[in-house]
């Protein structure tokens, strides 16, 4: 089963897609799907849609129990889970302090 493809968009950052998935269901409050309907400003000026930053960080997750070596010690992760960096995320990215 293929999942987590990276793509680039036309922000010209790289993104992660959903893939592997058969149904995704969330719940959000009203401000967060406000939130959600936004964009954010990245460092060389451009706007990132927040459903983008969503979508890649939802990819992220494990579809099963998987170990993550990533940082400083292992982490079991089980379906659901992801594991990854504020600062990780900021370099591919391109948002957040230079």
Not at 35 to 46: E, F, K, P
């Given at each position: 089963m293929k999942r987590n493809?990276?793509?680039?968009?036309?922000?010209?950052?790289?993104?992660?897609?959903?893939?592997?998935?058969?149904?995704?269901?969330?719940?959000l409050s009203a401000s967060a799907g406000e939130?959600?309907?936004?964009?954010?400003?990245?460092?060389?000026?451009?706007y990132i849609s927040h459903s983008t930053l969503l979508w890649d960080l939802v990819s992220?997750?494990?579809?099963t129990a998987s170990v993550s070596e990533g940082f400083r010690h292992t982490l079991h992760l089980s379906p659901g889970m992801a594991q990854y960096s504020e600062l990780q995320?900021?370099?591919e990215w391109g948002m957040g302090l230079p």
């Open positions: 493809t990276t793509v680039t968009n036309s922000e010209k950052y790289r993104f992660r897609t959903l893939t592997g998935y058969d149904e995704i269901v969330i719940h939130w959600l309907a936004g964009t954010t400003r990245a460092n060389d000026g451009s992220r997750m494990s579809l995320l900021q370099a």
